[in-house]
Structure formats: structure tokens, C-alpha cells
């Protein structure tokens, strides 16, 4: 993956955020994701070592599409300003499409890797689920929350979101209250790229995600549906 192109097109991609810009730069896109798949395949082949349940992860699809959604929004420009990618066991991006906890990662015109596992804001069914397992074993989340080398690289849950009161159904004096109060259940970190070695890209997302690896293993047990 050449980053210090890719983060070259997407700052011009940022000032110049119109359909003709995209169109007229095409071959420079074509050639950045099929580098940016490539990485994908690899990181993919080195997360199965330690984690075999993404090995079956289609790279391809595990791609974020550079478009927009701006039906609902108020910023109107039609494309992203960053590559990303969700290394998942089932295959599914998206939370709400129920995919589980994912490997996520993307670069933006900044130059800014941002490196997270787990679950970012999962739906309600799924958000209930996860706290109903917190209930039961919320020794077994702490422990991953507490493995050295996720405290090292990521320090601890993303708190974004998180209720500032107990959700409904929970006491404000549940013991593990301060938990079940999240709304997601990811931990992430950001590093500059144009001061470190983006050569050595796929070795630091490789090294990171494995740092994940307990917490990843903590929500891959909980249901992704309730029991039927």
C-alpha cells in the first residue's frame, strides 16, 4: 500500500469533494483500492493466525464504499474523505446488520490511521444482549478490558455515547452499573502516519488488533440473536 499516495489523493479528494473531481481522478481511485484491497487479503490471512474465525472475511466486502449517504444529512458532499475497512467473522460490516464485533480501520486526508476492535453502538436487540451478559460475567469483560497488551495499545473502552444514568430495567446501584451504562464496546486509537512508517502499515494494524483479540473473544460469545 503506497500511504503517502493514498493520503495524497484523499486531501485532494477533500478540496475538491464534487462528482466531477471523482470522475476526471478515477484511475487514481481504481488504483488506490485495489492496493487498499490487497492489504485487506493480507491483513485478513495475518488476523487468522491468531483469530481463525475471520479467515473466511471476503476482502472485497469488507470494504466501506468511498460514497456518502447524504439522504438525510445536511452535509450534500458525495464522498468520504477516508479509505476504511471491517474485518468481521461474519462477513457484515455494519452493526445494524448484525455483524458482531469487527477489526476496523481506515485513513483519512489528515493522514490519520484510526486502529479499534469490538462493537461500535450496536442496535438495541444486540445492545440488550450485551448487557445481559455483562450481568453474568461481567468478570469475563474486565479481564479482557484488563489484558496487558489492550491497556498498552488502546487503554480501554471508547466512552462516546455512553448514559449518563442507568438504562431502563438497570438499577443506578447495580454493581456493574458503570458498564452496563456503555453504548458501544470498542477500543480504538489514532497515530499520524506522516510521522511514523507507513511502510511498516500492516505490521502496526496486525500488532493492534491482536492487542484486541480478548475483547473481540468477550462479544463473540455473547448471541448475536436472542435465544430463540
Known sequence: MHVPDLIGYLADLQQNNNRAWFVMNKPRYDILRAEFVDLVTALIADIGKFDPAVR????????????RDTRFAHDKRPYKNSFSASITASGLKKPSQGG?????FHIDSNGMLLVAGGEWMPPPDRLRLIRAAIETDARGLKKALAS??????????????????APKGYAPSH????????????VWTEMDLRRGRPDKL??????????????????????????G
Open 202 to 227: 500492516q505490521q502496526e494494524l496486525v500488532s493492534r488488533f491482536k492487542d484486541a483479540l480478548p475483547l473481540m473473544t468477550w462479544l463473540r460469545a455473547v448471541p448475536l440473536v436472542e435465544p
Open 56 to 67: 473466511g472475511c471476503n476482502p472485497a466486502k469488507a470494504l466501506f464504499r468511498i460514497n
Open 175 to 186: 454493581p456493574e452499573i458503570d458498564l452496563i451504562r456503555n453504548r458501544n464496546f470498542m
Open 100 to 104: 458482531g464485533p469487527g477489526y476496523y
Open 148 to 165: 496487558k497488551g489492550l491497556r498498552a495499545s488502546f487503554g480501554g473502552l471508547q466512552e462516546e455515547g455512553k448514559l449518563a444514568r
